[in-house]
Nanobody, 124 residues
Framework: QLQLVESGGGLVQPGGSLRLSCAAS????????IGWFRQAPGKEREGVSS????????NYADSVKGRFTISRDNAKNTVYLQMNSLKPEDTAVYYC?????????????????WGQGTQVTVSS
């Protein structure tokens, strides 16, 4: 059974950092692009970052460029999202998703498998 599980969310002050993890089971992560998405209350789910199966192609939304870093450890079947200089507007539920293809961008329709999400709250 294909499963993605996010972890690492929480409450952090503005300017702080968090690292999210997306652990995959039931399939080999090597062959799939992984995307991180977020959804704030009352807003559409938006793409934050994506990484190709071999890690060679990475995309970031303009709103997080220079602050967030995506990486993957295929040996651990895990993808990470390091989030620095967090802002209140980063508050959302963060989801990881797998497309099943070697490359995918930031469009949610490109992704087939989704995790349950982890809450990130940036507040003083």
């Amino acid at each position: 059974q294909l499963q993605l599980v996010e972890s690492g969310g929480g409450l952090v002050q503005p300017g702080g950092s968090l690292r999210l993890s997306c652990a995959a089971s039931g399939f080999i992560l090597d062959y799939s692009a992984i995307g991180w998405f977020r959804q704030a209350p009352g807003k559409e789910r938006e793409g934050v970052s994506s990484i190709s199966g071999n890690g060679g192609i990475i995309n970031y939304a303009d709103s997080v460029k220079g602050r967030f870093t995506i990486s993957r450890d295929n040996a651990k079947n895990t993808v990470y999202l390091q989030m620095n200089s967090l802002k209140p507007e980063d508050t959302a539920v963060y989801y990881c998703a797998a497309s099943g293809t070697s490359y995918s961008g930031l469009g949610k329709s490109e992704y087939t498998y989704w995790g349950q999400g982890t809450q990130v709250t940036v507040s003083s």
